[in-house]
T-cell receptor, first 112, second 114 residues
Framework: AQSVTQLDSQVPVFEEAPVELRCNYSSSVSVYLFWYVQYPNQGLQLLLKYLSGSTLVKGINGFEAEFNKSQTSFHLRKPSVHISDTAEYFCALSGSARQLTFGSGTQLTVLP | NAGVTQTPKFQVLKTGQSMTLQCAQDMNHNSMYWYRQDPGMGLRLIYYSASEGTTDKGEVPNGYNVSRLNKREFSLRLESAAPSQTSVYFC?????????????FGPGTRLTVL
């Protein structure tokens, strides 16, 4: 069985401050990892993905994530957030099954 | 390209009523998916279709049926709606059902069952 845990349901942060959204996973096989973003009243769109190779992955809108196999983590970071980054962020993994397993989501709120 | 489209955007049903949620994609993708999103639970897979002519159950299939009408269209049917099916439903598609494939999502259907 595979699972994804997003440790924080809500993360408030001031504009231009750095942010880290945490994601841990559990799987008995090798995994591919994804971060998706959902803006209010919209569907999800892909921010970045880790398939193989370099453990530091860069995505759209200045976000990056680091795959850490020993800690089974895939935390999302941005050095300086903007009001427009306010959204819900989902970590997801794909393992042996041809399906995505999603975490419960983290609501990022950027405060002026 | 419209990407993934879903109809309707909103729907209110009474317990026991039936309805079909429609989904279409114009990206020539082989695989399509139906998810439900509930607060604090992320997205859970209801059914998916790896390719035209095939469908498989996901994590939460009970109370739902699907039809892969053709390569473009994948519908989700609730035969007898229950309040527990109040949720936001998302359709998604991907080039293939390979585990590394990016999924593209529609805007969602907000369903309330009274």
């Amino acid at each position: 069985a595979q699972s994804v845990t997003q440790l924080d349901s809500q993360v408030p942060v001031f504009e231009e401050a750095p942010v880290e959204l945490r994601c841990n996973y559990s799987s008995s096989v090798s995994v591919y990892l994804f971060w998706y973003v959902q803006y209010p009243n919209q569907g999800l769109q892909l921010l970045l993905k880790y398939l193989s190779g370099s453990t530091l992955v860069k995505g759209i809108n200045g976000f990056e994530a680091e795959f850490n196999k020993s800690q089974t983590s895939f935390h999302l970071r941005k050095p300086s957030v903007h009001i427009s980054d306010t959204a819900e962020y989902f970590c997801a993994l794909s393992g042996s099954a041809r399906q995505l397993t999603f975490g419960s989501g983290t609501q990022l709120t950027v405060l002026p | 390209n419209a990407g993934v489209t879903q109809t309707p955007k909103f729907q209110v049903l009474k317990t026991g009523q039936s309805m079909t949620l429609q989904c279409a994609q114009d990206m020539n993708h082989n695989s399509m998916y139906w998810y439900r999103q509930d607060p604090g639970m992320g997205l859970r897979l209801i059914y998916y279709s790896a390719s035209e002519g095939t469908t498989d159950k996901g994590e939460v299939p009970n109370g739902y049926n699907v039809s892969r009408l053709n390569k473009r269209e994948f519908s989700l049917r609730l035969e007898s709606a229950a309040p527990s099916q109040t949720s936001v439903y998302f359709c998604a598609s991907s080039e293939s059902a390979g585990i590394a494939g990016e999924q593209f999502f529609g805007p969602g259907t907000r369903l309330t069952v009274l």
